[in-house]
């Protein structure tokens, strides 16, 4: 079955870097979309930043654009998530999740699968 596992979250200072991992396993498709989706405590999931296979093209949300890298390994199973200038409004749950498909969007509801979450909590 698909799997989707992350890791890399973890406790870091405003200004500070973390990158964050994502293992896809279990699936066929020629394109596919991976991408990262957060949710804070009282708030709704939000689109972070997502990839393409096909092209590797990145999408990053508004909040994070500048500062968020997203990129996808040549055997297409690893998503990486690179957060620098880290802030507070940056802390909550990160779930990796997949897109089978043409799909190259932050709009969770595209997305077939998901993973059981990575926390990261930004602070002094």
Not at 29 to 35: L, N, R
Not at 97 to 121: I, K, M, N, P, S
Request: with cysteine; charged share 20%.
């Amino acid at each position: 079955q698909v799997q989707l596992v992350e890791s890399g979250g973890g406790l870091v200072q405003p200004g500070g870097s973390l990158r964050l991992s994502c293992e896809a396993s279990g699936f066929t498709s020629d394109y596919y979309a991976i991408g990262w989706f957060r949710q804070a405590p009282g708030k709704e999931r939000e689109g972070v930043s997502c990839v393409h296979n096909e092209d590797g093209n990145e999408l990053h949300a508004g909040s994070v654009k500048g500062r968020f890298r997203i990129a996808i390994d040549e055997a297409g199973t690893m998503v990486y998530l690179d957060m620098n200038n880290l802030q507070p409004e940056d802390t909550g749950i990160y779930y990796c999740a997949l897109a089978l498909g043409f799909y190259h969007t932050l709009e969770a509801t595209e997305y077939d699968y998901w993973g059981q979450g990575t926390q990261v909590t930004v602070s002094s």
